[in-house]
């Protein structure tokens, strides 16, 4: 159990994955929490960021394209991976009852942000936790049309991958003695997951209260 228990905490710390597990894990987690639903719990925004300036400074021995490349093909096909599940089982989703690991509020609030931003809430969803690992599924259980869909996921993932990795390493390799402070920067990006989300949440009941009142 204890072992178990472990592997779990090492799965939610970035620093851990990115030292102990590094480019292989970093580029598994990357695909499964882009597409998989029962990955939306794993790090996201900032295991990208972390694993930039683990590169920049040495800790990660990679050069800046592998890791590039790597987590990219990782969003991408992870997504994609998403979009089929939802495309030929979205009527077993639908139906799915709630669990530790899937909530039918987290297709609920994907759908809304899809009303919201239309077909780009895709690319804007990348930068959304929990959405980002939903909107592929609900893209494909309302059949949105492939093409366009990959032209979102490509475009999504490029931004993604290239701000938040690019910029790591940037910071990394100018300023190493950012490693320091790496506790920091996960509160950081986790009170701005935190904020998206209870504001999304927020907004969402605004909303619905609006229409319930206007009926």
Known sequence: MDQIIAFFQTLL??????????LVLITLIVFV???????FFLP??????????FAGIKLLNVPLWLLLTCV???AVLGSLTGYLTGYYFGGR??????????????????REAFIKYGNSALII??????????APLLAGLIHMPPRFFMLYNVIGGAIWVISLVGGGFFFGERFPGIVDYVQ??????????????VKGYLNARKEKKAEVNTD
């Open 13 to 22: 710390n970035s620093e851990d994955i990115i030292r102990t597990g590094g």
């Open 93 to 110: 989703i639908k139906n799915r009852p709630d669990s530790l690991f899937f909530k039918q509020k987290y297709i609920e609030n994907t």
């Open 125 to 134: 969803s990348r930068f959304l936790p929990i959405v980002r690992t939903f």
């Open 44 to 53: 996201g925004d900032y295991l990208l960021f972390l694993s930039g300036v």
């Open 72 to 74: 990219f093909a990782a």
């Open 33 to 39: 929490e882009n597409g998989i639903f029962f990955g």
């Open 184 to 197: 920091y920067i996960i509160f950081f990006f986790l009170a701005i997951t935190t904020f998206t989300v």
